[in-house]
């Protein structure tokens, strides 16, 4: 697996749009349900993890070693570092709206990791491409394979937040999402327009998009799943949030009526009453049973004496 040589224009040319797709990922990755795609505007991230964003930050320190040392073409080189520093803005954005961290200390925590990470990938890429260009070949295919576990696993957090919501995509903006997807599919395939396909390079933006597309499958489904209930929320003027949260209210209403009759199903409640009933009227009987008896003695002891004193 030698590094690169000369590189063609198409592997340039479509590494640059791959490049560009991924400048586009400013911070809006909010879904548009919030009524905007702007951080700075909602200031809120509901459902967007911050580790997704620290780990592809993190994940930009390994690829961008592994693509400089392979050679890559210019934009494929160029796109960790750009992927890696808007991760850290919006990984910043997330502890400022959802951990209620301070701005200036979100900032200089971010810029501080950023400067680490700089200087990690620039000595790496100084320690490895001599012995690399020697044939040593082990460093490089394990930095190349950190990058794709690290790539994994900030698409995994995003699964937890869908698991929650029953397959509801909420906090990720599908522009965001479709351009990152695009980005990653240019870039693949500037790979392929290269002399020889790098295969680790391969599988790093595979795995983004395989993980990427099982996001927007989810929504779907999902989507397909709540159409009854979505439309009759528009036909009631809700939102989908609103009209669960009325309708679950109503539930609640409901077995709060069930728990004062002693959480009793409504079938029993009326077989019971049926069976009182039934118990009133063999009591009653029993007490005119009793109330006549006395009566009906007396007389029989009275038409006795008559027939004894005739």
């Given at each position: 697996m030698a590094?690169?040589?000369?590189?063609?224009?198409?592997?340039?040319?479509?590494?640059?749009?791959g490049t560009v797709y991924v400048y586009q990922n400013v911070p809006t990755q909010p879904s548009k349900e919030t009524d905007s795609g702007n951080l700075q505007m909602l200031k809120k991230t509901d459902g967007l993890p911050g580790l997704m964003l620290f780990l592809w930050a993190a994940c930009a320190v390994p690829f961008g070693v592994y693509a400089v040392v392979q050679n890559f073409n210019i934009p494929i080189q160029v796109q960790p570092q750009a992927f890696g520093v808007l991760a850290l803005i919006c990984w910043a954005q997330c502890l400022v709206y959802h951990d209620k961290w301070r701005v200036w200390t979100a900032s200089l925590l971010a810029g501080g990791c950023g400067i680490l990470f700089g200087g990690v990938e620039a000595l790496l890429i100084l320690t490895l491409r001599g012995p690399?260009?020697?044939?040593?070949?082990?460093?490089?295919?394990?930095?190349?394979?950190?990058a794709a576990v690290l790539l994994a696993a900030g698409l995994v957090p995003p699964y937890f937040e869908i698991w929650k919501r029953k397959g509801r995509?909420?906090?990720?903006?599908?522009?965001?999402?479709?351009?990152?997807?695009?980005g990653a599919f240019f870039s693949l395939i500037a790979?392929?327009?290269?002399?020889?396909?790098?295969?680790?390079?391969?599988?790093?933006?595979?795995?983004?998009?395989?993980?990427?597309?099982?996001?927007?499958?989810?929504?779907?489904?999902?989507l397909i799943?709540?159409?009854?209930?979505?439309?009759?929320?528009?036909?009631?003027?809700?939102?989908?949030?609103?009209y669960v949260d009325d309708e679950e209210g109503v539930t609640r209403e409901g077995s709060g009526v069930g728990d004062m009759l002693?959480?009793?199903?409504?079938?029993?409640?009326?077989?019971?009453?049926e069976d009182d009933v039934e118990k009133g009227g063999v009591v009653t009987a029993a007490i005119d049973?009793?109330?006549?008896?006395?009566?009906?003695?007396?007389?029989?002891?009275?038409?006795?004496?008559?027939?004894?004193?005739?």
């Open positions: 590094p690169q040589g000369q590189i063609p224009v198409a592997a340039n040319v479509l590494g640059t749009i690399y260009s020697r044939g040593v070949e082990w460093p490089i295919i394990m930095v190349g394979a950190i995509v909420v906090g990720i903006n599908f522009i965001f999402l479709t351009i990152d997807w695009s790979l392929v327009a290269q002399h020889t396909f790098d295969i680790l390079g391969g599988v790093l933006y595979i795995v983004c998009l395989l993980l990427e597309l099982g996001i927007f499958i989810s929504h779907v489904v999902w799943r709540t159409r009854k209930v979505r439309k009759e929320a528009k036909l009631a003027g809700k939102t989908y949030d609103e002693g959480h009793r199903p409504a079938s029993e409640v009326e077989a019971g009453a049973r009793v109330v006549d008896g006395p009566e009906e003695t007396s007389v029989e002891h009275a038409g006795k004496d008559t027939k004894s004193h005739a």
